[in-house]
């Protein structure tokens, strides 16, 4: 699936991690991009790939004269994967983009138009779907684009073929998945220490080490984006909203949200109701 969007979510860690693979284009725009603790630089051309759980962060100069004009596709793998099995050369390529040990995690292409014309083909096509149509559109939505996509990533790898060798998580990544799965719940450090294996200490100070944010920070920034995409994509009620991000009172709800975005709930739906928040042009 795809996620852009027109307007500013709070980042409030240095470093944050998807669920799912995240895949950024650069149209415009220049910056730095740092992952693996490794930094490079963004600029346009770039073609950046976030794995499961991997720690980055984008830093880019923004100004009215350097704008950042980008695509951004975000899925989760396992969703899509059982649509390649006709296709075993570019499932294996699939696999490799989300498990795969990367010797690099950005390139840079002069031109990305075969891409952008897939990517601009869906955002005309979403107006006139209906729910149940989305999931077959957005499956050959996948598999079209990462048949673009390997060619690209061939030519510009054909001396360094793929290996099927699969890369091991940092532990503040094994963090951000158990917050993944976790986030609508309580924060309770001394279940996520017994899960983990970690001692409440080495939890937190780890977290705050590699991330720059404290784990409820983190949390509750999460909370606020998970709440942007339902109060865009959805009818549903703010107080349903709420509990729905694991915050039982609507009242705090608002105000915390409020804090973040400079609006409440229903007067940012208001404002931003209007933008699709599946795909977008940035």
Known sequence: MTNNYNFDLKEVPTFHAHQG???????????????DQTSYEVKAGSICIFQPYQLHHVQMELSEEAPFVRSIVHFEPSRYEPFLDHWPAL????????????????WYEEDLESLSSILSSLDGRLASL???????????FIVTLFRAFKLLWDKQHMHAPMRQEFRKPHQAERILEWLEKH????????????????????????FKECTGSSISDYLTAK???????LLLSSDMAISFIAEEVGMTSSSYFCKTF?????????????????????????
Do not use: C
């Not at 209906?130 to 050959?140: G, N």
């Not at 719940?185 to 409440?200: A, F, G, I």
């Not at 909370?223 to 995409?229: G, I, K």
């Open 183 to 206: 986030y609508k719940e309580p924060l309770r450090l001394e279940q996520m220490s017994k899960d983990l294996h970690l001692s409440t200490y080495h939890l937190s100070h780890l």
């Open 130 to 140: 209906s729910k149940d149509q989305y999931m077959e559109e957005f499956s050959l």
């Open 223 to 229: 909370r606020m984006q998970q709440a942007v995409l």
């Open 91 to 106: 499932k294996a390529f699939f696999k490799h983009i989300n498990k795969g040990k990367l010797t690099s995690h950005i």
């Open 21 to 35: 693979v995240e895949l950024l284009f650069v149209h415009e725009g220049k910056g730095t991009l740092i992952i």
């Open 258 to 282: 409020k804090d973040y975005f400079g609006l409440p709930p229903y007067r940012y739906r208001k404002q931003w109701g209007n933008r699709n928040p599946d795909i977008a042009k940035f």
